[in-house]
């Protein structure tokens, strides 16, 4: 049974009588940063736990909140820029990042994708009734962008992101 589904069982969110595992089941669009079982395990391992089972609401609910993006489906071939246009279900913002890469003899060179910076996808793009799932190894962490970085980035803010620089206020976000 995959650890990920477990953890989705387990969460609820902000209302905890909707279990976060009902909410995909229903209609709406949604993109899911799943982790591989080997993934959770090694955050089960740095949490000092044996199991999911083990892990308390709040991290059930973290893990399972920062892998979701609700409201579209994102395909890796539609990512033009370096984060999602939407946030997560912590209302955080995804970075996406990609490496090109070898295989350990420094030979074939291929791009990997990394979502903020920490969770490499393993495969991408599968497609399902209500959105997308890339299955990523491992669990996906915040995003450890600075603010400052972030607003640059934002294309929907470019005025107010100026405004900042011109006052000496941007400086101050670091």
Sequence with gaps: RC???KI?????????NLRLMNLLST???YTVFAPTNEAVMAYLEEKHVNSVD???KLDCDTIALNSIIEGKAYFTSDQ???SYGKTNMLDLYMSISSVEETDEDGTNPHLVMYINNNARLTHVDDSVSNGVVHTVGKVVG?????LQKMLEKDMNIHIFYQALERTGWADSLD
């Design 3 to 5: 650890d990920f589904v």
């Design 8 to 16: 989705l069982e387990r969460a609820t969110g902000e209302k905890d």
């Design 27 to 29: 209609y709406g669009s």
């Design 54 to 56: 083990e892990l308390d």
């Design 80 to 82: 033009s820029s370096e």
């Design 142 to 146: 915040r995003n450890n962008q600075m």
